[in-house]
């Protein structure tokens, strides 16, 4: 288990990314145990695309709250990982990353949040495939 950056978006955008996208298929596995939860991401995103198009992507949500704490807002945090605009950071970071987790390419993953007395930060999450664990 890696912890991977995906975050920095804004509730504005989120709600306003509800646009029509290729859904997941059915989950093929379970999360490790019960203290883990699933996120669903949209498969083949593309520039345009919603990043969360059914209020699922847990893991994107986690990381637009934990940006915005970390950075004060989302352009601090665009600017702080080196990006103008949040299609071009979700493209960079979000998508290839998600891609090496899911390994089953069924656009689901099992995280938990850091806890929150640690040393991580807030836009940062476990995150592991769902095909190695039955439901």
Do not use: R
Not at 16 to 35: F, K, L, M, Q, V
Not at 64 to 90: H, K, M, N, P, R
């Amino acid at each position: 288990m890696k912890p991977y950056l995906l975050g920095a978006a804004g509730a504005a955008l989120i709600a306003a990314t509800s646009i029509a996208a290729p859904a997941a298929a059915a989950p093929t596995g379970g999360c490790p145990n019960e203290t883990w939860q699933t996120s669903v991401f949209p498969l083949d995103w593309q520039p345009g695309d919603p990043m969360d198009p059914t209020g699922e992507n847990l893991i994107w949500q986690i990381g637009v709250a934990g940006s915005i704490e970390e950075f004060g807002s989302l352009d601090a945090a665009l600017a702080a990982f080196g990006f103008t605009t949040l299609e071009d950071f979700y493209a960079a970071v979000f998508d290839p990353a998600v891609d090496k987790i899911d390994h089953n390419d069924d656009g689901v993953l099992c995280f938990k949040p850091f806890p929150t007395q640690g040393n991580k930060a807030a836009y940062l999450v476990n995150s592991v495939d769902n095909t190695s664990h039955s439901q």
